[in-house]
């Protein structure tokens, strides 16, 4: 126990302290933070937002006599451009526009039951079409109602929104609203996508410490004085507990960025939309996953002799979690088809897999339970062998191959006597 | 408080690394184990470690095998040599002395009267791959020894060194050995393990061929040496029955004999010849017997 604390502090003591985990884990935080409060930052370097609104020349030559661009002026104070009514011809108004007078043109003609609105823009953002369109919409609604004079009631009649609720059918279910389906779907998404950069980049780091360990032939004399089973667990840990600090400060800054951005819009998304047992679930998950895939990382480094070949080593494991991770992505629109239902089982999908049935879809609680008792137990499985791989190959050195080696690893920790 | 090795074997597929060999090491002693590349000699310290299982036979050190209960009582120094290339010297001893139960102030301690020892105190807080190849085989060997072991095993441990450095090390062995430790220790260097082992093993293919104290062994092999200087061409002992090899020099010869009647036979064969200069029957050396035992090179 003593050496298994002895190895643990070292080797996440090294971690932690190293400058390469404090810069990039920094550089990760401060570019959180920025990206969160990337709108704040924007408005600052582009200037005061108010007086940049567009300037849009709105030539009227309508049969309403200049109505509409009327309209359009005093509308200026609620949309996101200044309508200025232009009392010329449409050439005019665009060589007018190319002196930067005005952003846009916007030419009216015809009769307000035919009415046609020409664009003139040049830009990359589609919504300022559809913006305007929205406006000359507005105002020629305005402008037909009260040309068909009706009262305050009638206007009411026509626009009051229906009141629109989503029930489900038994009491006790739950009904998915597009925007919190849109929710967790990116919630899930985001999760998922973490649960497989931490398996892959930990299990990385895993094996490539085995490795190095190994090739700087100072594993002889670790493992002469400790276990090889409790150094393993001790890595495993160690690095688990570096990967946890980086993420906590990444969450730590995600909740720093969105107070610094004071926007209810990005606050209200870790108050309101983040769904709590949902992040539980993934914290488990990204646990037990670790546990699977990290067993078999340290076995895998234990077979190489050198550093250099720990890539070719880890791939298989790589490629099972990439798998996981692209199975997921058509789960997340499909969360109760069979076979993702049957890969949820598979103790190297699980942790994706059922994370995405838990978040997408419903799950009974029974299945929850029975399928991560089998994550455990495949957790404690897969690290018993990999400890005994793992003791036989610290000590065998030449070419890597993983048949020869996993059998001669296996020999070599043979209990003989 | 003794080692005791019990017709140890160990085989990888069909190939017999270690056949069979049974030795006992007494408390305090400095035993030498011999041998070819490949004769078996890391393979039973390994086992003699516990890092490897044998096929059969068994080591036993004060009464019970070497398990992770009793490697704090073990120093070893092992043939490729191995330290964490990017740590300091203080760190990796610390870790490397903690695994062994140490306390780091101690540890720090024990570093320091080490480093003054080997006259290299400025490398406490150098990194291990900017220190040359013999200052990283210092620091290893205080790894070894640093936590005071009982019983130390030392893998080729002068290989490597210029003759300052393997006598430094080879006085701090010996203190080590006046202090009460049992060490053992492999070598291809004849010289070392005569000038520093009273027993030893010398392995061939894993099996033992010769086994016992060094001066009985000398003195109880056949083969002798002969140095004769005469003025006459010496060519002609190679009839002579038991000769073995003859080595002619500038003014004689050197004679290696299967036994001492063969000498005898020369004395006779060279005083009906003439006037010889210098006779001189010797004991074989460790190296002679290495070459004739073992088979390999014995530099």
Redesign the interface.
Known sequence: M??FW??FT?TAG?RLKSKTFIITTSIMALFIISLINLNTILETFSGDGAEDMPAVAVVDQTSEEGQFAEMLESLAAEGSFEYIYYRGDVEEALSDAEENEFTYVLELTGTLDALQAEFYGEGTDFRTGQEVQQDVQRTKETLATSALDLNEQELALIFNPVSFNEKPLSGTGEVRTAETHMQTYWMVYGLVFVIYLIVVTLGTMIATEVAT?KS????????????PV?QMLGKIMGIGLAGLVNLSVLVLAAFAGSYLSGEDFIRNIFTEVIDYSLIIYALLFIILGYFVYGGVAAMLGALVSRAEEVNQAIQPLIFLAMIAFFVSLYGLNAPDAIFIRVLSYVPFFTPQLLFLRIGMGTVPVWEIAVISALLIISAVLINVIAARIYKGGV?MYGKFSFKKGIKQAL??S???? | MTLIINNLKKT??KHKAVDGISLTINKGEMFGMLGANGAGKTTSF?MI?G????????VRWKGERIT?KR??L?G?L?E??????K?TVKDQLV??M????MNKQAIIKEMRFWLDRFGVPEYENKVIEELSKGNQQKIQFI?AVLHKPELLILDEPFSGLDPVNADMLKNAVKDLQERGTTIVFSSHQMSNVEELCEDLIMLKKGKAVLQGNLRTIKRSYDMKNISIKADYDLAFLEDVKGVLKIEPKKDGADVKVENEKAAETIFSRLASKGFVRKFEVEEPSLHDIFIDKAGGSGT
Do not use: C, Q, W
Not at chain 1, 414 to 417: A, L
Not at chain 2, 98 to 101: E, N, P
């Open positions: 003593n050496n002895t190895t070292h090294r360990e700087s032939r100072v594993m002889e004399l670790i493992v002469s004085s400790v276990n409790t000590l020999k070599l043979k209990k003989e006597s | 990888f597929d390994r470690l890092l490897l299982d044998p096929t059969e036979g068994d992770y490697t704090k073990v070893y092992p490729e040599r191995g330290l964490f290339p740590l870790y490397l903690k695994l062994k139960g790894a």
